[in-house]
């Protein structure tokens, strides 16, 4: 986080200004971007679910979830808390149950039966307050995802390897100069 912060800092002191921030989901975003609206990549939040539950989930409830998941790009805050509240009441019990598992020594240990379904929940459920942002704030027109910023790095990292063996003194220099080009 103290990169972040770091970062932003730097930014600002050569005069750029934050009205609305789009991330992909790490920690330390938040707690850095807390004075403005922070929209979570809803590219990013699918590709989160997917990871925990795979595209072909095994579990009903995997499948549902992931399905739900799939409309965040078209449906609105209401419509999907509603529907992740639907889905956590009717997959509750599933989502809470518990493995135990003994040891030779006779010691017990449990762990949750369908862990990757409670966090793709999880995943969903923590980041809903800053998945529908950009619609809180038209004015600001923040996009959902973080598609055209990813392009641009894909065009920088194209670039910068034309020129892979410089020492990092230079290779700062060449990003520096690529970075105000791109402006």
């Known amino acids: 986080m103290a990169h972040y912060r770091y970062g932003r800092q730097i930014l600002e002191e050569k ?12 920690r330390g975003f938040l707690a850095v971007l807390n004075d403005i609206p922070v929209q979570i990549c809803q590219f990013h939040q699918i590709k989160q679910v997917t990871k925990y539950l795979t595209r072909r989930p095994k579990t009903d409830a995997g499948r549902e979830l992931r399905f739900l998941a799939l409309t ?3 449906t609105d805050e209401a419509t999907f808390t509603a529907a992740l509240a639907a889905w956590h009441v009717k997959w ?6 518990k493995t135990v598992f003994e040891f030779i020594t006779g010691r ?5 039966t369908h862990k990757k379904v409670r966090s793709a929940y ?3 459920k923590t ?4 998945l529908f942002t950009y619609l809180k704030y038209p004015e600001l027109n923040i996009p959902n995802t973080t598609n055209n910023l990813d392009g641009s790095f894909s065009a920088l990292k194209k670039k910068l390897a034309a020129h892979h ?3 990092k003194d230079r290779r700062y220099k060449v990003i520096s100069q690529l970075l ?3 402006r």
């Open 72 to 74: 965040l790009t078209k």
């Open 165 to 167: 063996g410089l020492r």
């Open 180 to 182: 105000k080009d791109a």
């Open 15 to 26: 005069g750029w200004t934050f009205t609305a921030a789009v991330v992909d989901g790490r």
């Open 122 to 124: 999880r995943s969903l």
């Open 127 to 130: 980041n809903l307050p800053h």
């Open 108 to 112: 017990k240990k449990w762990y949750y």
């Open 92 to 97: 509750d019990i599933f989502i809470e149950e």
